[in-house]
């Protein structure tokens, strides 16, 4: 990257913390009120009571823990960036490191909604909670339900850290090149960072130890989010292949939306010189890397079912193929792993609309994948007289849009407010090529 | 460090900041600190610096969470003792799984304890003669000498 200098990437950086214009304001509006209808869908249901979606029996896990498990899985190329990429000293990831990371704790927050959403009465969530009581009730650890309450919540706490922990001496860079209330509030945000040779010294090292526990920690809590269908005996969620399956998805969608977000991001903001084409294209061969394993996973379910001779799970993914939601399956299949490999093609890898549209097509077919698996698990079981279908409803629908809402609006909040780039990882990028290392 | 004097050279080159920081063990200036914007190794090697302790934190928040998981599922299930699935009350091969994420969870609070506790933060009222180019495009080495 020749034509950057430090001067360079600081002034490109801080210039997308001027002043907003109107424009970016009414996005952030239209935005707020998307929230504010999902919002709306959700106090309707807590007054009406939970039948107001469309789970019925026996599809009692509807579109709430579709959500759930397709922001989670969101989250985890952003971990995957900022800390196995890290790990591996891939310094094309420093441009988008802060912005998958801050994706990451935005859509863990967004996940972390739903299981509220779904459990109805809300306010009866301390159950959850391991304090003693009148009941003498206690959670039952044995549940993967439980198993995903702490990693859930660990999850978040830690990619927020990170976040933050990483951010911290771009913040003092801000601070330094502001004036008034404005460097008050980033001198009290960054602590008082003076970039000290020895604050260094242990930032490094504390930066380092970050990625090491966050990347068993990615790996291991879509694993548990994966446990919670895997650990029933429901015919096709009973297979040990769900949580390597489960992680490749998870990053393989949260690519998919790195470069929903960072190609529009890159233009507005004039990042060209620091999110090179370079940087999207390898994202873009990432996923399809992701796409082959997911495909693969594809391939070794149905594989599975026909090798078992158990004819409860051959004719579970016979019709999954071939039953009602055989067009859900074709999204899956086509968006996930046929699309991606168009990526094959450096042409395509290196235009920019086209990898922008693929991506947008991922992010649908990550969102089906899951419909397809969780819905079509529990609606065609062991009994066919216990078989059912499920179709969402317009408060589901309400509370989806709303999430995305909610996504998009603290994401476009974040990108004019803090620094979307690390300042600090791409001038380490021009003198090392690589980041923080300890 | 009353009565000293300070002087600050501001540098856009690491390697003029390591020739220097070589150059200034032989004078009279008593070397303070260099402020960077990004960390550097060739001024860390420079100046030849300890190993950072932040590791032991992380170590013990780590141990202190793998207890403190195992325990935590292990008083829960005694507390309620109904056996689920055949399984035993104190069923150690579940309960990895809470000791592993509170192993995480109490690792990384020891290792931002660690860090506040070591780069000596917060400090909200800054260092005295820090330069805010230092946060750019400058790299500052501080050094004092006694006054004449």
Request: positive net charge; glycine residues 8%.
């Amino acid at each position: 990257m020749p034509q950057l200098t430090y001067a360079s990437i600081d002034q490109t950086v801080l210039d997308t913390l001027s002043p907003a214009k109107k424009y970016y304001w009414a996005i952030v509006a239209v935005l707020l009120l998307g929230v504010l209808v999902g919002a709306a869908c959700w106090i309707y249901q807590i007054f009406v009571g939970i039948g107001v979606g469309g789970q019925n029996n026996p599809v009692a896990w509807g579109t709430y823990l579709i959500n759930f498990v397709f922001w989670v899985g969101i989250a985890h190329s952003g971990t995957l960036i900022s800390a196995i990429l890290h790990l591996f000293r891939a310094g094309w990831r420093n441009p988008i490191a802060r912005a998958a990371e801050t994706m990451t704790v935005f859509a863990v927050c967004i996940a972390g909604l739903f299981p509220f959403i779904h459990l109805g009465r809300v306010w009866q969530v301390y159950y959850m909670l391991p304090l003693p009581n009148q009941r003498l009730l206690w959670p039952n650890f044995l549940s993967p339900l439980m198993f995903d309450v702490i990693a859930i919540s660990t999850y978040l706490t830690v990619s927020t850290l990170f976040w933050y922990t990483g951010l911290l001496p771009d913040l003092a860079a801000v601070r330094d090149r502001s004036q008034g209330t404005r460097k008050k509030i980033f001198n009290f945000l960054s602590m008082g960072w003076t970039g000290a040779h020895d604050q260094w010294r242990h930032y490094t090292r504390g930066y380092l130890f970050f990625a090491a526990l966050a990347t068993p920690l990615v790996i291991s809590v879509h694993s548990v989010v994966s446990w919670d269908f895997a650990l029933g005996i429901t015919p096709g969620w009973h297979t040990t292949i769900f949580a390597p399956y489960f992680v490749a998805g998870a990053i393989h969608s949260g690519l998919a939306m790195v470069l929903t977000l960072m190609i529009p991001m890159r233009k507005i903001f004039k990042y060209e010189k620091i999110i090179t084409n370079d940087v999207l294209e390898n994202v873009a061969k990432t996923i399809l890397f992701t796409g082959l394993i997911v495909g693969f996973a594809y391939a070794t379910e149905f594989f599975i079912a026909w090798y078992s001779h158990n004819i409860v799970e051959m004719e579970s993914f016979r019709w999954r193929a071939m039953g009602d939601y055989r067009l859900e399956f074709f999204i899956m299949v086509v968006c996930n792993t046929i699309l991606p490999l168009l990526f094959l093609f450096k042409n395509i890898r290196r235009t920019i609309p086209l990898l922008f549209g693929i991506s947008l097509f991922v992010n649908l077919g990550m969102w089906y994948e899951r419909f397809v698996i969780i819905i079509g698990g529990v609606a065609h079981g062991f009994s066919p007289h216990a078989w059912g279908l499920y179709r969402p409803t317009g408060i589901e629908y309400g509370i989806l849009i709303g999430s995305f809402c909610l996504f998009f609006s603290l994401f476009l909040l974040f990108a004019k407010h803090l620094p979307s780039v690390s300042i600090t990882e791409m001038k380490e990028t021009l003198e090392h090529g690589g980041s923080h290392a300890g | 460090m009353q009565g000293k004097k300070y002087i600050m050279g501001l540098f856009k080159d690491e390697d003029q900041v390591v020739s220097t920081l070589a150059a200034l063990k032989e004078t009279a200036y008593q070397f303070q600190r260099v402020h960077s914007p990004i960390p550097s190794h060739k001024i860390m090697a420079t100046l030849d610096l300890k190993k950072s302790k932040v590791g032991y934190f992380t170590l013990v928040g780590g141990v202190l969470g793998l207890i403190s998981g195992f325990a935590l599922a292990i008083y829960c299930s005694t507390q309620w003792s109904l056996i689920v699935s055949g399984k035993p009350i104190i069923s150690l091969i579940p309960f990895f799984i809470v000791g592993f994420e509170f192993t995480i969870l109490f690792a990384v609070f020891g290792n931002v304890i660690g860090l506040l506790t070591q780069t000596r933060l917060p400090r909200f009222k800054g260092l005295a003669h820090y330069d805010p180019r230092c946060s750019g495009e400058h790299f500052g080495v501080l050094a004092a000498c006694e006054p004449m």
